[in-house]
């Protein structure tokens, strides 16, 4: 079917064993990229732990297998470190995280779109020009995109990585560090690559309520995050106590089975129609009992 030029689309074809995106361009143009195999994006909510509102999404991909059940990422991941898959799907993850977030503002609900990044991704010279274009193409403003870096960006590469992340944070893109705490790298990570948020590892944030340890790990990052100026989120939260205690430690913000997994991007924008995003625990309720 015919669609007008510079309409944002996802055109997808799916087959057993791949799967197209694209858009169109304002010239009226299809531009598409075959993938290899199917997979799908999810978008998890992040929420204000105060008040359970949405304020932005993170975008998490995975693949499809024959019988179309969602498979662990890290298979997928590995799956295209081996072959030369990365570029295309890492492209196309983006794309549609971005048609998704425009799609929401769109729709009134202006948050921004978190996207995992793959270390090596920020060797490219060029990847800074391949997501500030797709930023212009979708019409978002840069800080509607977020990208999450994890700590294993291997230290000596600091350099190059450091080249590439300045020139999206001058452009105005938010950059988060992912797992903070899991690894040893962080600090160091975070004294030479400045991040506008922190994302604290679920392995603390599960243990926040039953030891002091964990307690003592996420009253230290939130300290941190006050004198750096930057934002400290949670992840994996998945009870009520967790939300309360995180909250009471001075942690703004997070994500978790609590208040949604992963979910279609339709199904995000259902959820923030209906505002019942308000809740905590709402969006993890089947949304057709509602
Ligand atoms: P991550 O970025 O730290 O993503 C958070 C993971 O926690 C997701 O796992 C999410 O489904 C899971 N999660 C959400 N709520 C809860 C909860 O309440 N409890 C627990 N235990 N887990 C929860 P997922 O989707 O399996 O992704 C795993 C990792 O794979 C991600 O960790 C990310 O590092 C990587 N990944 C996913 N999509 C992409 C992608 O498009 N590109 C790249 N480079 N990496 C990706
Ligand atoms: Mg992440
Ligand atoms: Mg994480
Ligand atoms: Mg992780």
Known sequence: QAKRAGERVAVY???R???EVGRRTRDGERVTTTLDRPFAVSFQPIVDLATGEVIAAEALARWRDGARRPDDPQAMLEAVDRGSLLPEMRAAVLDLALLSAANWRDAGFDIPV???IAPH???DARFPELVLSRIACHELSPDRLILELTEALATTQLEVVGGVLRT????GVRLALDDFGDGAASLSMLSQLPVHQIKIAP???HRVSSSDEAKAVVRSSVELGRSLNVAIMAEGIETERQRRDLWE???AAGQGQLFGRPMPASRLLGALHRGCAGRPGALAEPLHNE
């Open 249 to 251: 430690l001075g942690c």
């Open 168 to 171: 999206l944070r001058t452009a």
């Open 17 to 19: 064993d791949s799967v």
């Open 13 to 15: 074809t799916r087959r």
């Open 114 to 116: 978190a996207v995992n």
């Open 203 to 205: 392995e603390f944030v």
């Open 121 to 123: 991704s920020l060797l």
